[in-house]
């Protein structure tokens, strides 16, 4: 029979992609989800590509009955939580409902997880939690500095949290994922990123303005330390981040085993690099124009991801230039809706 796997936040950018990866590998996705990122109709474009019925159940993470009942009916075998409230700025200004959803949250599965016997757990983190860099590419034992916003800050919490219930062993098995950016789209183009309002991030505002619903990208700052002046990330597909879910879930079937990875390519490419390679996919000409840095971000970062490759035997396979193409080609089938 097949294995059932608890994802949070399925409906999302990174939990969608997730979920048709779960399938292909045979395991059987049902998904909570509240809706307050997300849309019904990525339910529907799940099934589509799936050929296949997904349940959602229209909850919040941080209901705690209603989230027992879904323990109580269904015979969970791993949870992804992938729930959280993700927009930094927005983290600055509204710090309560950041604090409430992320670590609250995780709270409640936890708890769900060591009542219900659940042994396999999978939690997205984020390359935010280091700060800046002493050391690149950078490795999972680099010291933890003072979180930035408090998006950064429950982060750093809810993996606190996980590993002190691991130590409790309320927990069993835990894997922890430290995502650095994420960007690209399913080859089909039929689920992607769906940004509220004005992106924040470098690929959906290149997206949009290709598109034409902005007229010019904003480069912050073009005199940084770097190759040609722009910040440097490590920026990975989502498909090859989807995939690193399924191996975690595969490597705690095999061993009773914790861990705490980066999820990255090894690779930093600058802003600049990221336009270059999405003129190259599709043949565009970007509008933009170099202004001043934006308050908060920092130079360079890239994962080392010896450990994650190590562990998971798994590696990213997409390029640059095929995340921007279905990328592109999400926002043209958005465009066609
Ligand atoms: P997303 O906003 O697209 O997806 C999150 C989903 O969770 C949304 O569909 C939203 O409706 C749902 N959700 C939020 N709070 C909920 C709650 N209390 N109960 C039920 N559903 C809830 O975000 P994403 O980009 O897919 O990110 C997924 C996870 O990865 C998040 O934990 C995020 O912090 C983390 N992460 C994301 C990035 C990134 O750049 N996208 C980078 C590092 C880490
Ligand atoms: N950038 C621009 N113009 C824009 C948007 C971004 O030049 O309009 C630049 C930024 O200055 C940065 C790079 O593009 O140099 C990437 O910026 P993003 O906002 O796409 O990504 P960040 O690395 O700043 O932040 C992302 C997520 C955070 C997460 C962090 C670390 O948005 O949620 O990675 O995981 F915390």
């Not at 909570?32 to 589509?48: F, H």
């Not at 209901?63 to 927005?90: C, Q, R, T, Y």
């Not at 997880?113 to 939690?129: A, G, I, Q």
């Amino acid at each position: 029979m097949e294995k059932t796997i608890l994802v949070t936040g399925g409906l999302g950018y990174i939990g969608s992609h997730t979920v048709l990866t779960l399938i292909n590998a045979g395991y059987k996705p049902i998904i909570v989800d509240n809706l307050c990122n997300s849309q019904p109709w990525i339910l529907t474009q799940l099934e589509k590509l799936s050929g296949q019925k997904i349940k959602n159940h229209a909850i919040d993470c941080t209901n705690f009955s209603d989230l027992e009942a879904v323990f109580k009916n269904e015979p969970i075998h791993g949870v992804i939580h992938f729930a959280a409230l993700k927009a930094v700025n927005e983290s600055v200004h509204e710090p309560l409902s950041y604090y409430n959803n992320n670590v609250k949250s995780l709270l409640n599965i936890i708890e769900l997880v060591s009542k219900y016997k659940v042994r396999k757990l999978v939690f997205s983190s984020s390359c935010t939690v280091y700060g800046t860099a002493d050391k690149l590419p950078i490795s999972e034992d680099h010291p933890i500095k003072t979180a930035e916003s408090p998006y950064g800050s429950t982060k750093q919490m809810c993996e606190r949290i996980i590993n002190d219930c691991l130590k409790a062993k309320k927990i069993e098995n835990a894997v922890i994922l430290r995502y650095f950016n994420p960007i690209g789209a399913h080859s089909s183009g039929l689920i992607g990123e769906l940004p509220l309002g004005i992106p924040n991030n470098l690929a959906p505002y290149i997206m949009q303005t290709a598109a034409g619903i902005r007229s010019s990208l904003t480069i912050y700052g073009n005199n940084y330390n770097t190759h040609d002046g722009t910040c440097i990330r490590d920026y990975i597909h989502v498909m090859d981040l989807a995939e690193a879910h399924v191996k975690s879930i595969e490597v705690m079937e095999v061993s009773a085993t914790s861990h705490t990875l980066n999820i990255g390519t090894g690779k930093g490419n600058s802003v600049l690099d990221v336009i270059n390679a999405f003129e190259n996919a599709t043949g565009i000409k970007l509008n933009y124009t170099y202004g001043e840095r934006r308050i908060g971000d920092i130079e360079k970062i890239y994962a080392d991801t010896n450990l994650s490759e190590e562990i998971l035997k798994w590696k990213s396979k997409h390029s640059l230039e095929e995340a921007m193409r279905d990328s592109w080609k999400w926002q043209m089938y958005l465009k066609s809706k």
